[in-house]
């Protein structure tokens, strides 16, 4: 439509919210577009109401860059289930061509919803890839690049995402490289996308972990392609359930939960009990974030009555830290999410008690669930135990490099701040500033 027809519609929208009158003249849309101006927060709230966008996101992503997710990709999503669009998609990443910022932040849920309708299509296909190459992939070599995703897992766990940025995607490089030659049995070839699609998730990871959206969302959508071709429900499942966090923490919590309850549907008669216990918490998780207190208490007893039944000898080697303890974690920081502080440091502390091995596998998400649990003392009014608690967090994170880290204890600083008044938290403060 014309820049004058726009204007009209958004009046109108602008109008609906309850925010009065806009201007409708063509200029201010043409300003908008041009850069010289910005629309005042009324009008980006009208504008996000218009394209269905999370307000979530335009309150945490300034213009122009949150209008990046109005751009629905529907109309040109490619099938989930062509190799051969798997292979240039993988190729396009590996490449390192330029990443358009305006072309999406977080999904759309339109999009977001043709994104997993796809991969469950092409998966309950269950097709073979094909080999087409000249070089010969045999299973000892695919012995050899699982084990390096896993070393790059363990890493990740440790040094955080700003360190393990290029080490992830030179791995996701190579193994593309291999898949652009390979020649391989069918078993191979099945074991080949699905390190792919792994790679393509860590690189997922790595770049939402230290804030890179536009480039998080590109390598979860190769992740679910490469994992469609492979045949393997399992691995994009786990992406999903990590894209989830992508979505309940800077998209849509409600989009959150149709990932991971896409992933727990595709799954529930593939997976080990290990496997869907780790589904379960994320689901609790993304319920908390959509404020669904009674769904979010069902998908965690169902993660604490699945981790009961036991390990596996098929569960998945990328599962090895789901346990008790990290229910517990997720447990904590669903009840803080949802107002419950004093349940909220049950759950921490009975995560504890499981043997949450934060402090030496896992000290950046250590630090994130310390921070919630310091969050959860301060609102009790315990500053001492909230200051004690801060200071762990801080202690985890003297090696690990991660925005989203960052990013919380940099929240929980201003929180504190409100207190400064008070000795201990004043002291903590001035030391850490």
């Known amino acids: 439509m014309s820049m004058a027809e726009y204007a009209c519609l958004l009046d109108a929208k602008h109008r609906s919210l309850g925010f009065g009158a806009l201007a409708h003249q ?23 109401e218009l394209h269905g966008v999370p307000t979530a996101l335009v309150k945490t992503v300034k213009w122009p860059d949150w209008l990046a997710a109005a751009l629905s990709r529907t109309n040109r999503t490619p099938s989930f289930g062509d190799q051969t669009v798997t292979v240039e998609v993988l190729t396009d990443l590996a490449g390192g061509g330029p990443v358009d910022r305006r072309k999406f932040l977080i999904m759309s849920s339109a999009a977001l919803g043709v994104s997993i309708a796809g991969w469950q299509d092409a998966v ?118 990590f894209r989830a966090i992508q979505h309940y923490t800077a998209g849509d919590p409600r989009d959150a939960v149709a990932l991971v309850e896409a992933a727990r549907a595709q799954t529930k008669r593939k997976a080990t009990p290990r496997f869907r216990a780790m589904l379960a918490a994320r689901a609790a998780r993304s319920y908390s974030k959509a404020g669904d207190r009674r769904a979010c208490a069902r998908a965690l007893d169902d993660a604490r009555d699945l981790l009961d039944a036991g390990p596996h000898d098929d569960d998945p080697s990328y599962l090895y830290w789901v346990d008790r303890g990290e229910v517990e974690m997720i447990a904590g920081s669903s009840a803080l999410e949802l107002g419950d502080h004093r349940e909220a440091l049950r759950g921490f502390d009975a995560a504890i008690d499981a043997n949450y091995a934060g402090d030496e596998q896992y000290p950046r998400t250590h630090a994130i669930y310390l921070a919630r649990a310091a969050d959860a003392h301060l609102a009790l009014g315990d500053f001492d135990q909230a200051v004690t608690v801060a200071e762990h967090a801080v202690r985890c994170l003297g090696g690990v490099d991660s925005a989203r880290s960052t990013a919380t204890m940099d929240d929980l600083r201003g929180k504190l701040t409100e207190h400064r008044h008070v000795r201990v938290v004043g002291e903590f403060l001035e030391l850490t500033a």
Do not use: N
């Open 26 to 48: 063509r200029q201010k849309i043409y300003r908008w577009e041009s850069g010289r101006a910005s629309p005042e927060p009324s009008a980006q709230m009208a504008i996000a």
């Open 124 to 241: 309950a296909a269950m097709t073979s890839p094909v080999s087409t190459g000249r070089r010969q992939i045999t299973p000892h070599m695919m012995d050899h690049l699982e084990v390096r995703l896993d070393h790059l897992r363990h890493l990740d766990d440790a040094l955080g995402s700003a360190q393990l940025r290029g080490l992830a995607m030179a791995e996701f490089g190579f193994i593309v490289g291999l898949v652009q030659e390979a020649r391989f049995d069918e078993h191979t070839g099945r074991r080949l996308y699905s390190a792919a699609a792994e790679a393509a998730r860590c690189c997922a990871w790595v770049h939402f972990d230290d804030g890179y959206h536009a480039q998080a969302e590109r390598y979860f959508d190769a992740s679910l392609r490469a994992s469609a071709t492979a045949g393997d429900p399992l691995v994009g499942a786990y992406a999903l359930s």
